[in-house]
């Protein structure tokens, strides 16, 4: 979020956020995944195509 304090240590390959562990469990359970924004041939595929189970047909 804006404001919160992020520490970078690229020679450890390492980036910390400086919170406590109640509020990061309180984000990762209120987080929900974005909805993708697709437009045109990925858009119907996406939504017109079903899973291995069903033989991953486009219809």
């Known amino acids: ?3 919160d304090v992020i ?3 690229i020679p450890a390959r390492r980036l910390d956020v400086k919170l406590s562990q109640d509020e990061l469990k309180d984000r990762r359970e209120r987080w929900r995944p974005p909805r993708p924004e697709l437009r045109g041939y ?3 595929y996406f939504r017109l195509v079903s899973g291995a189970e069903d033989g991953a047909v486009l219809l």
Request: overall charge neutral.
């Open 1 to 3: 979020r804006d404001g």
């Open 42 to 44: 990925l858009a119907r």
């Open 7 to 9: 520490s970078i240590d």
